[in-house]
C-alpha cells in the first residue's frame, strides 16, 4: 500500500517561510505527477502545485512567485518551499501522488497569522 507523509507545518507570522514535504512509501519514480493541495477553513481543496516526472512544474495564480516545488526521486520526497506567507495561506497542505489512481497523505495544518 502506497503511503504519503507530510511534514514541515507549523504557525508563523505574515511574510515568513516554511518547507513542507512529503515522503512516499514507494519509489517516487513511479508517479507521474506529485503535487500538493490545501484546504482552508470552511473551504473546499484547492490546487498548489505539482511537479511531473521530467521536472516541469505547475501552480496555482497563488502560489506562483511565492512557493517552489522540488522533487527528489532518488529520496521519494516531493517539497513545497512556501515563502512571504500571507493570512490567506492558511489551511491544511495535502501531497498528491498519481500513478494511475491518486493517493493522498494526511495533510500539514499552516497557520499564518500575526
Known amino acids: 500500500q502506497i503511503q504519503l507523509v507530510e511534514s514541515g507545518g507549523g504557525s508563523v507570522q505574515p511574510g515568513e517561510s516554511l518547507t513542507l514535504s512529503c515522503v512516499s512509501s514507494?519509489?517516487?519514480?513511479?508517479?507521474?505527477?506529485m503535487g500538493w493541495y490545501r484546504q482552508p477553513p470552511g473551504k473546499g481543496r484547492e490546487f498548489v502545485a505539482q511537479?511531473?516526472?521530467?521536472?516541469?512544474?505547475h501552480y496555482s495564480d497563488a502560489a506562483k512567485g511565492r512557493f517552489t516545488i522540488s522533487r527528489d526521486n532518488f529520496k521519494n520526497t516531493v517539497t513545497l518551499q512556501l515563502d512571504n506567507l500571507k493570512p490567506e495561506d492558511t489551511a491544511v497542505y495535502y501531497c498528491?501522488?498519481?500513478?494511475?489512481?491518486?493517493?493522498w497523505g494526511q495533510g500539514t495544518q499552516v497557520t499564518v497569522s500575526s
Open positions: 498528491r501522488a498519481y500513478v494511475g489512481e491518486e493517493f
Open positions: 514507494v519509489s517516487s519514480f513511479r508517479f507521474s505527477t
Open positions: 511537479v511531473v516526472n521530467s521536472g516541469h512544474a
